[in-house]
Protein backbone atom coordinates (compact mmCIF):
# COMPACT_ATOMS: atom_id res chain seq x y z
CA UNK A 1 0.00 0.00 0.00
CA UNK A 2 2.41 2.56 0.80
CA UNK A 3 4.36 1.53 -2.65
CA UNK A 4 0.93 2.69 -4.10
CA UNK A 5 0.65 5.52 -2.04
CA UNK A 6 4.22 6.78 -3.48
CA UNK A 7 4.02 6.07 -6.92
CA UNK A 8 0.72 7.64 -6.88
CA UNK A 9 1.92 10.85 -5.32
CA UNK A 10 5.18 10.41 -7.84
CA UNK A 11 2.44 10.63 -10.85
CA UNK A 12 0.54 13.49 -9.54
CA UNK A 13 3.91 15.33 -8.78
CA UNK A 14 4.62 14.61 -12.27
CA UNK A 15 1.42 16.26 -14.25
CA UNK A 16 1.86 19.18 -11.31
CA UNK A 17 5.63 19.78 -12.71
CA UNK A 18 4.14 19.61 -16.22
CA UNK A 19 1.15 22.22 -16.01
CA UNK A 20 3.40 24.44 -14.89
CA UNK A 21 5.32 24.12 -17.31
CA UNK A 22 3.05 24.68 -19.73
CA UNK A 23 2.17 28.04 -18.36
CA UNK A 24 6.42 29.36 -18.33
CA UNK A 25 9.79 28.67 -18.08
CA UNK A 26 10.49 28.12 -14.41
CA UNK A 27 13.79 27.28 -12.58
CA UNK A 28 13.98 24.00 -10.09
CA UNK A 29 14.09 26.18 -7.09
CA UNK A 30 10.49 28.76 -8.67
CA UNK A 31 8.90 24.64 -9.33
CA UNK A 32 9.58 24.06 -5.78
CA UNK A 33 8.05 26.99 -3.96
CA UNK A 34 5.29 26.72 -6.06
CA UNK A 35 4.81 22.87 -5.52
CA UNK A 36 5.63 22.46 -1.86
CA UNK A 37 8.46 20.29 -2.83
CA UNK A 38 11.81 18.77 -1.41
CA UNK A 39 14.77 19.77 -3.91
CA UNK A 40 15.78 15.93 -3.50
CA UNK A 41 12.33 15.07 -4.77
CA UNK A 42 12.05 17.95 -7.82
CA UNK A 43 15.65 16.36 -8.39
CA UNK A 44 14.01 13.25 -9.26
CA UNK A 45 10.66 14.42 -11.29
CA UNK A 46 12.71 17.30 -13.50
CA UNK A 47 15.80 14.14 -14.43
CA UNK A 48 12.77 11.68 -14.91
CA UNK A 49 10.99 14.39 -17.50
CA UNK A 50 13.85 15.27 -19.31
CA UNK A 51 15.07 11.30 -19.78
CA UNK A 52 11.58 10.93 -21.19
CA UNK A 53 11.92 13.58 -23.46
CA UNK A 54 8.65 15.57 -22.00
CA UNK A 55 10.67 18.90 -20.97
CA UNK A 56 14.03 20.22 -21.95
CA UNK A 57 16.73 23.04 -20.61
CA UNK A 58 16.01 26.41 -21.95
CA UNK A 59 18.81 29.12 -22.16
CA UNK A 60 20.24 29.77 -18.43
CA UNK A 61 19.04 33.24 -17.43
CA UNK A 62 21.97 35.45 -17.01
CA UNK A 63 23.03 36.12 -13.86
CA UNK A 64 24.28 39.13 -12.60
CA UNK A 65 26.14 37.92 -9.16
CA UNK A 66 28.88 35.22 -9.10
CA UNK A 67 28.15 31.67 -9.06
CA UNK A 68 26.46 29.41 -10.89
CA UNK A 69 23.29 30.44 -13.43
CA UNK A 70 19.90 29.53 -13.15
CA UNK A 71 18.30 26.85 -15.44
CA UNK A 72 15.18 27.12 -16.57
CA UNK A 73 12.98 24.11 -17.65
CA UNK A 74 10.11 24.26 -20.45
CA UNK A 75 8.04 21.63 -21.98
CA UNK A 76 9.20 20.12 -25.51
CA UNK A 77 7.23 20.73 -28.04
CA UNK A 78 9.18 18.91 -30.41
CA UNK A 79 7.83 15.48 -28.12
CA UNK A 80 5.26 15.30 -30.59
CA UNK A 81 1.90 16.77 -32.06
CA UNK A 82 -1.91 17.17 -31.75
CA UNK A 83 -4.29 16.85 -33.60
CA UNK A 84 -7.96 19.02 -33.42
CA UNK A 85 -10.11 18.84 -36.02
CA UNK A 86 -13.59 21.63 -35.33
CA UNK A 87 -16.78 20.90 -37.07
CA UNK A 88 -18.98 24.17 -36.96
CA UNK A 89 -21.40 25.87 -38.92
CA UNK A 90 -20.61 23.79 -41.88
CA UNK A 91 -16.84 24.43 -41.97
CA UNK A 92 -13.96 21.79 -40.95
CA UNK A 93 -11.01 23.37 -39.30
CA UNK A 94 -7.55 20.96 -38.93
CA UNK A 95 -5.93 22.74 -36.18
CA UNK A 96 -1.93 20.95 -35.77
CA UNK A 97 -0.26 21.84 -32.51
CA UNK A 98 2.82 21.42 -30.57
CA UNK A 99 3.29 20.16 -26.60
CA UNK A 100 3.07 23.81 -25.71
CA UNK A 101 -0.01 24.36 -27.52
CA UNK A 102 1.38 26.37 -30.05
CA UNK A 103 -0.51 26.27 -33.57
CA UNK A 104 1.87 25.18 -36.04
CA UNK A 105 -0.79 24.91 -38.69
CA UNK A 106 -4.51 25.73 -39.16
CA UNK A 107 -6.67 24.63 -42.74
CA UNK A 108 -10.62 25.80 -43.09
CA UNK A 109 -12.75 24.54 -45.32
CA UNK A 110 -15.99 24.94 -46.43
CA UNK A 111 -18.82 21.50 -45.66
CA UNK A 112 -21.76 20.93 -47.56
CA UNK A 113 -23.25 18.40 -45.45
CA UNK A 114 -22.44 16.17 -42.21
CA UNK A 115 -22.35 12.69 -43.70
CA UNK A 116 -19.70 9.79 -44.13
CA UNK A 117 -18.24 11.36 -47.70
CA UNK A 118 -17.79 14.24 -45.58
CA UNK A 119 -16.06 11.91 -42.63
CA UNK A 120 -13.58 10.45 -45.41
CA UNK A 121 -12.74 13.19 -47.51
CA UNK A 122 -11.42 15.07 -43.72
CA UNK A 123 -9.60 12.11 -43.15
CA UNK A 124 -7.59 12.58 -46.76
CA UNK A 125 -6.91 15.95 -46.19
CA UNK A 126 -6.17 15.70 -42.82
CA UNK A 127 -2.72 12.83 -44.19
CA UNK A 128 -2.15 15.07 -47.10
CA UNK A 129 -1.29 17.78 -44.03
CA UNK A 130 0.81 15.13 -41.71
CA UNK A 131 2.73 13.93 -44.80
CA UNK A 132 4.25 17.30 -45.24
CA UNK A 133 7.96 17.38 -44.42
CA UNK A 134 7.94 19.36 -41.58
CA UNK A 135 5.81 16.58 -39.26
CA UNK A 136 6.60 13.60 -41.06
CA UNK A 137 9.47 12.81 -38.56
CA UNK A 138 7.17 13.89 -35.36
CA UNK A 139 4.94 11.31 -33.79
CA UNK A 140 1.30 12.05 -33.46
CA UNK A 141 0.26 11.99 -29.88
CA UNK A 142 -3.73 12.67 -30.40
CA UNK A 143 -6.82 13.69 -32.25
CA UNK A 144 -9.47 15.73 -30.75
CA UNK A 145 -12.82 16.61 -32.67
CA UNK A 146 -15.06 19.27 -31.84
CA UNK A 147 -18.65 18.59 -33.06
CA UNK A 148 -21.44 21.00 -32.64
CA UNK A 149 -23.83 17.96 -30.81
CA UNK A 150 -24.29 16.40 -27.17
CA UNK A 151 -21.35 13.78 -26.69
CA UNK A 152 -21.47 11.64 -23.24
CA UNK A 153 -18.51 11.74 -21.51
CA UNK A 154 -18.41 8.59 -20.48
CA UNK A 155 -18.44 6.49 -23.40
CA UNK A 156 -17.53 9.52 -25.74
CA UNK A 157 -21.27 8.61 -27.91
CA UNK A 158 -22.44 11.30 -30.51
CA UNK A 159 -25.77 11.86 -29.82
CA UNK A 160 -28.14 12.88 -32.38
CA UNK A 161 -27.91 16.18 -33.69
CA UNK A 162 -29.88 18.15 -36.96
CA UNK A 163 -26.72 18.80 -38.18
CA UNK A 164 -25.67 15.47 -38.73
CA UNK A 165 -26.89 12.58 -40.92
CA UNK A 166 -28.12 9.48 -39.22
CA UNK A 167 -25.36 7.67 -40.80
CA UNK A 168 -22.86 9.02 -38.71
CA UNK A 169 -24.04 7.47 -35.80
CA UNK A 170 -25.08 4.13 -34.33
CA UNK A 171 -22.98 1.47 -32.51
CA UNK A 172 -19.64 1.82 -34.82
CA UNK A 173 -19.45 5.34 -33.81
CA UNK A 174 -18.35 5.88 -37.26
CA UNK A 175 -16.44 9.33 -36.71
CA UNK A 176 -14.02 7.91 -33.62
CA UNK A 177 -13.66 4.43 -34.98
CA UNK A 178 -12.54 5.86 -38.54
CA UNK A 179 -10.03 8.17 -37.54
CA UNK A 180 -9.12 5.58 -35.02
CA UNK A 181 -8.40 2.89 -37.99
CA UNK A 182 -6.45 5.59 -39.94
CA UNK A 183 -4.17 7.43 -37.82
CA UNK A 184 -3.67 4.09 -34.46
CA UNK A 185 -3.53 7.00 -32.41
CA UNK A 186 -6.29 7.91 -29.31
CA UNK A 187 -9.28 10.20 -30.58
CA UNK A 188 -11.96 11.86 -28.27
CA UNK A 189 -14.46 13.45 -29.77
CA UNK A 190 -16.34 16.31 -27.12
CA UNK A 191 -18.52 18.89 -27.32
CA UNK A 192 -17.93 22.14 -29.24
CA UNK A 193 -19.53 24.51 -26.43
CA UNK A 194 -17.81 22.67 -23.76
CA UNK A 195 -14.45 22.97 -25.42
CA UNK A 196 -15.38 27.00 -26.21
CA UNK A 197 -15.84 27.40 -22.45
CA UNK A 198 -12.28 25.91 -21.97
CA UNK A 199 -10.88 28.22 -24.25
CA UNK A 200 -12.49 31.12 -22.46
CA UNK A 201 -11.28 29.71 -19.32
CA UNK A 202 -7.21 29.76 -20.73
CA UNK A 203 -7.15 32.74 -22.70
CA UNK A 204 -10.51 34.56 -22.78
CA UNK A 205 -13.08 36.46 -20.84
CA UNK A 206 -13.44 33.99 -18.42
CA UNK A 207 -10.41 33.55 -17.41
CA UNK A 208 -10.09 33.32 -13.44
CA UNK A 209 -13.42 33.19 -13.09
CA UNK A 210 -14.40 30.69 -10.07
CA UNK A 211 -18.72 30.83 -11.46
CA UNK A 212 -19.48 31.81 -14.76
CA UNK A 213 -21.02 30.98 -17.72
CA UNK A 214 -20.59 31.15 -21.63
CA UNK A 215 -23.71 30.73 -24.02
CA UNK A 216 -23.48 30.38 -27.47
CA UNK A 217 -26.46 31.87 -29.58
CA UNK A 218 -25.06 30.56 -33.41
CA UNK A 219 -27.28 28.14 -35.78
CA UNK A 220 -28.33 26.57 -32.34
CA UNK A 221 -28.06 27.57 -28.89
CA UNK A 222 -26.14 25.96 -25.79
CA UNK A 223 -23.91 26.87 -23.20
CA UNK A 224 -21.66 25.76 -20.20
CA UNK A 225 -21.00 26.34 -16.77
CA UNK A 226 -17.92 26.66 -14.91
CA UNK A 227 -18.75 26.24 -11.15
CA UNK A 228 -16.15 26.77 -8.26
CA UNK A 229 -13.39 26.76 -11.05
CA UNK A 230 -13.63 23.70 -13.09
CA UNK A 231 -16.27 22.54 -16.29
CA UNK A 232 -19.28 21.10 -15.25
CA UNK A 233 -20.78 18.66 -17.47
CA UNK A 234 -23.07 17.13 -15.39
CA UNK A 235 -23.66 13.13 -15.10
CA UNK A 236 -23.21 12.36 -18.54
CA UNK A 237 -22.21 15.33 -20.24
CA UNK A 238 -25.36 16.64 -20.96
CA UNK A 239 -25.38 20.36 -18.73
CA UNK A 240 -25.82 23.73 -20.64
CA UNK A 241 -28.04 22.27 -23.83
CA UNK A 242 -30.15 25.79 -22.45
CA UNK A 243 -31.34 26.31 -26.38
CA UNK A 244 -33.73 23.07 -25.57
CA UNK A 245 -35.59 25.18 -22.55
CA UNK A 246 -39.00 26.24 -23.08
CA UNK A 247 -39.96 29.14 -23.04
CA UNK A 248 -42.90 31.77 -23.48
CA UNK A 249 -42.45 34.23 -26.35
CA UNK A 250 -44.78 36.56 -28.53
CA UNK A 251 -47.98 34.27 -27.13
CA UNK A 252 -46.32 30.98 -28.07
CA UNK A 253 -44.70 28.21 -25.89
CA UNK A 254 -41.29 26.91 -27.55
CA UNK A 255 -37.78 25.89 -27.36
CA UNK A 256 -35.57 28.75 -26.83
CA UNK A 257 -33.63 28.00 -29.76
CA UNK A 258 -37.03 27.93 -31.76
CA UNK A 259 -37.19 31.53 -31.24
CA UNK A 260 -34.27 33.06 -30.36
CA UNK A 261 -31.18 30.74 -32.63
CA UNK A 262 -29.75 33.06 -35.87
CA UNK A 263 -31.77 29.90 -37.83
CA UNK A 264 -34.87 31.24 -36.25
CA UNK A 265 -34.11 34.90 -36.77
CA UNK A 266 -33.72 33.80 -40.68
CA UNK A 267 -36.64 32.09 -40.91
CA UNK A 268 -38.36 35.19 -39.76
CA UNK A 269 -36.33 37.41 -42.66
CA UNK A 270 -37.51 34.63 -44.81
CA UNK A 271 -41.29 34.53 -44.13
CA UNK A 272 -41.03 38.34 -44.94
CA UNK A 273 -38.87 38.53 -47.76
CA UNK A 274 -39.40 35.24 -49.34
CA UNK A 275 -35.87 34.39 -49.38
CA UNK A 276 -32.78 32.99 -47.65
CA UNK A 277 -30.30 35.25 -45.90
CA UNK A 278 -26.63 34.58 -44.58
CA UNK A 279 -25.26 36.07 -41.33
CA UNK A 280 -24.10 39.19 -43.06
CA UNK A 281 -26.98 39.91 -44.97
CA UNK A 282 -29.17 39.43 -41.88
CA UNK A 283 -26.87 42.21 -39.53
CA UNK A 284 -27.50 44.51 -42.70
CA UNK A 285 -31.24 43.91 -42.30
CA UNK A 286 -31.44 44.23 -38.36
CA UNK A 287 -29.26 47.53 -38.72
CA UNK A 288 -32.26 48.86 -41.92
CA UNK A 289 -35.27 46.74 -41.39
CA UNK A 290 -37.11 47.77 -37.97
CA UNK A 291 -39.63 44.61 -37.73
CA UNK A 292 -36.60 42.37 -37.92
CA UNK A 293 -34.47 44.79 -35.81
CA UNK A 294 -37.41 44.57 -32.71
CA UNK A 295 -37.95 40.65 -33.27
CA UNK A 296 -33.89 40.37 -32.64
CA UNK A 297 -33.94 42.53 -29.42
CA UNK A 298 -37.24 40.75 -27.99
CA UNK A 299 -35.04 37.90 -28.18
CA UNK A 300 -32.29 39.01 -26.71
CA UNK A 301 -34.13 39.80 -23.67
CA UNK A 302 -35.73 36.57 -23.49
CA UNK A 303 -32.16 35.51 -23.91
CA UNK A 304 -31.37 37.70 -20.63
CA UNK A 305 -34.38 36.68 -18.57
CA UNK A 306 -33.59 33.01 -18.82
CA UNK A 307 -29.96 33.30 -18.06
CA UNK A 308 -31.25 35.78 -15.05
CA UNK A 309 -33.69 33.09 -13.59
CA UNK A 310 -30.12 30.71 -14.10
CA UNK A 311 -28.01 33.14 -12.23
CA UNK A 312 -30.53 33.17 -9.36
CA UNK A 313 -29.93 29.83 -8.85
CA UNK A 314 -25.97 28.98 -9.33
CA UNK A 315 -24.82 32.40 -8.22
CA UNK A 316 -22.24 33.40 -11.45
CA UNK A 317 -20.24 36.17 -11.39
CA UNK A 318 -19.43 36.31 -15.21
CA UNK A 319 -21.79 35.68 -18.40
CA UNK A 320 -19.92 35.58 -21.79
CA UNK A 321 -22.08 35.35 -24.72
CA UNK A 322 -20.38 34.44 -28.21
CA UNK A 323 -21.75 32.95 -31.85
CA UNK A 324 -22.90 35.10 -34.23
CA UNK A 325 -25.11 37.42 -32.19
CA UNK A 326 -22.57 39.51 -31.38
CA UNK A 327 -22.46 40.98 -34.74
CA UNK A 328 -25.51 42.50 -33.58
CA UNK A 329 -23.60 45.24 -31.37
CA UNK A 330 -24.46 46.48 -28.11
CA UNK A 331 -27.70 47.52 -28.67
CA UNK A 332 -28.12 43.47 -28.37
CA UNK A 333 -26.13 43.44 -25.48
CA UNK A 334 -28.11 46.29 -24.03
CA UNK A 335 -31.44 44.44 -24.11
CA UNK A 336 -29.79 41.37 -22.52
CA UNK A 337 -28.71 43.04 -19.33
CA UNK A 338 -32.22 44.44 -19.26
CA UNK A 339 -33.31 41.25 -19.00
CA UNK A 340 -31.81 39.63 -16.76
CA UNK A 341 -33.25 39.25 -13.43
CA UNK A 342 -33.00 42.24 -11.09
CA UNK A 343 -30.76 41.70 -8.24
CA UNK A 344 -28.87 43.76 -6.22
CA UNK A 345 -25.78 41.63 -7.16
CA UNK A 346 -25.65 40.82 -10.77
CA UNK A 347 -23.15 38.89 -12.78
CA UNK A 348 -20.63 41.04 -16.23
CA UNK A 349 -22.69 39.89 -19.30
CA UNK A 350 -20.18 40.79 -22.00
CA UNK A 351 -19.79 39.68 -25.56
CA UNK A 352 -16.65 37.20 -26.30
CA UNK A 353 -13.72 38.54 -28.25
CA UNK A 354 -12.11 35.28 -28.44
CA UNK A 355 -11.54 33.68 -32.13
CA UNK A 356 -11.13 29.93 -32.08
CA UNK A 357 -12.14 29.10 -28.79
CA UNK A 358 -13.13 25.80 -29.26
CA UNK A 359 -9.74 25.14 -30.81
CA UNK A 360 -7.85 26.28 -27.93
CA UNK A 361 -10.15 24.67 -25.72
CA UNK A 362 -9.59 21.65 -27.40
CA UNK A 363 -5.86 22.01 -27.95
CA UNK A 364 -5.51 22.59 -24.23
CA UNK A 365 -7.46 19.83 -22.93
CA UNK A 366 -5.69 17.27 -25.26
CA UNK A 367 -2.55 18.31 -23.74
CA UNK A 368 -3.18 18.45 -20.52
CA UNK A 369 -4.76 14.60 -20.86
CA UNK A 370 -2.24 12.91 -23.23
CA UNK A 371 0.82 14.44 -20.24
CA UNK A 372 -1.43 13.02 -17.94
CA UNK A 373 -1.30 9.52 -19.42
CA UNK A 374 1.64 9.48 -20.45
CA UNK A 375 2.80 9.95 -16.94
CA UNK A 376 0.37 7.36 -15.10
Known sequence: MIGKTQSYARQVNNQLVMRELREANLSATQLSERLNLSNAALSAIISSLLERGLIKVVQNEPNKCVGRHRVYYTINEAFGIILVISLSNYYSTIVISDMKNNILEKVESKINKYDIKMLYELVLQTKNILQDQKYRDVPLLGIDISVPGIVNKKTGKLYLSNRFDNDLFGEKEPIVSLFERQFDVPVKIMNDINLACIGEMHQGSLVGAENGMLVHIGEGIGSAFILNGELYEGEDGFAGEIGRMQIEFRNKIGLLEDFASIRAIKNVAKE??????????????????????????????????????????????????????????????????????????????????????????????ATIALTDKILS
Open 272 to 365: KYGKEFQIDELVELFNNDKEIKDYVLETAFVVGTLLGNIEQLLNMKKIVISGYVPLFGDEYLKKVQEGLNSRDIKPTVEFSTLNDASIIGAIYK
